[in-house]
C-alpha cells in the first residue's frame, strides 16, 4: 500500500481531471441540436485512439493536428457537415472550458503541502491560457506536455519526461488523472497513482488498481491530509 506521506509532488492530467471537457457537448448543440454529447464522446475517443496509434507506430503528428483529425473522423462518422471555421473554434475553446466547480479551492490546499505540475498530452500555451482563464495559473509549479518529446501517453516515455522535469524519483511524485487510460499507464510505470473518479466509470481490467480512488478533487485533498 502506498505511503502517501513519502509524496512531495503531485503530477495532474488536465482535460477530465481538472478543467471540464463536457462543456464542449453544449457548444457543439448550439451548431447541431441534440447531437453534442454523441461528437464529444466520439472525438474524445478517437483523440485517445489517435494517440495510441501513432505511438505503436512511433510517429509523431503534433496535438493540433491529431485533434482536427481526431473531429474530422467523428463529425464524418456521424453524418454532420462541420466547417473547418467552426471546428477550430470548438478546438479553441479548450482555453476557456470551466474547471471543475471544486478545482480552485482544493488545488490551492493541495499546493500548500505539495509541488503541483500537469503532465499533459496538449499544447502548452492553452493550457497556461486555460489555467489564468480559471485563475489556478499560481497553483502550478510547472506545465509539462509531452509534445515537448513528441510522444503520446501512456508510453512509457510520456512519463519518464514528468520524472526529468520534476527532479524527483517516481515514487515520490503521485499521478492524478480522471482518465482510466492514464492511470493504468501511469500506474505501469511506476507512479503512486490517484484516480478521480467523477462519474463512476469502470476502469480498464489490466490488473493494475490505482493507489487512492477519490470522487472528485476536494475529496482528494481530504484524503491526503487525514
Known amino acids: ?46 483523440l485517445q485512439r489517435y494517440a495510441f496509434q501513432n505511438g505503436m507506430m512511433e510517429r509523431y503528428i503534433p496535438w493540433d493536428e491529431l485533434t482536427k483529425a481526431a473531429f474530422k473522423f467523428a463529425a464524418a462518422d456521424l453524418g454532420l457537415d462541420v466547417s473547418d471555421g467552426l471546428r477550430d473554434e470548438l ?51 510547472d506545465i509539462i506536455t509531452t509534445q515537448d518529446r513528441q510522444v503520446y501517453k501512456p508510453g512509457r516515455p510520456a512519463y519518464e ?11 515520490e511524485i503521485a499521478f492524478v488523472s480522471g482518465n ?14 490517484i484516480w478521480v473518479r467523477r462519474y463512476g466509470q469502470p476502469l480498464d481490467d489490466f490488473g493494475l488498481e490505482p493507489d487512492l480512488i477519490v470522487a472528485d478533487l476536494e475529496d482528494m485533498a481530504d484524503a491526503l491530509e487525514a
Open 180 to 193: 482510466s487510460f492514464d492511470v493504468i499507464g501511469s500506474k505501469s510505470f511506476g507512479f503512486p497513482t
Open 91 to 141: 478546438i479553441a475553446a479548450d482555453v476557456s472550458l470551466p474547471t471543475f466547480p471544486e478545482s480552485a479551492r482544493a488545488l490551492e490546499r493541495l499546493a500548500a503541502r505539495f509541488k503541483l505540475y500537469v503532465l499533459s498530452m496538449g499544447e502548452p500555451g492553452m493550457i497556461a491560457a486555460s489555467q489564468k482563464t480559471a485563475g489556478i495559473d499560481g497553483c502550478f509549479a
Open 1 to 46: 500500500m502506498t505511503d502517501f506521506k513519502r509524496i512531495k509532488a503531485l503530477a495532474f492530467d488536465y482535460y477530465g481531471t481538472i478543467a471540464d471537457k463536457r462543456a464542449l457537448a453544449g457548444l457543439i448543440d448550439e451548431s447541431f441540436p441534440g447531437q453534442g454529447q454523441a461528437v464529444a464522446k466520439l472525438w474524445f475517443a478517437t
Open 161 to 171: 519526461l514528468g520524472v526529468e522535469r520534476i527532479g524527483l524519483p517516481a515514487d
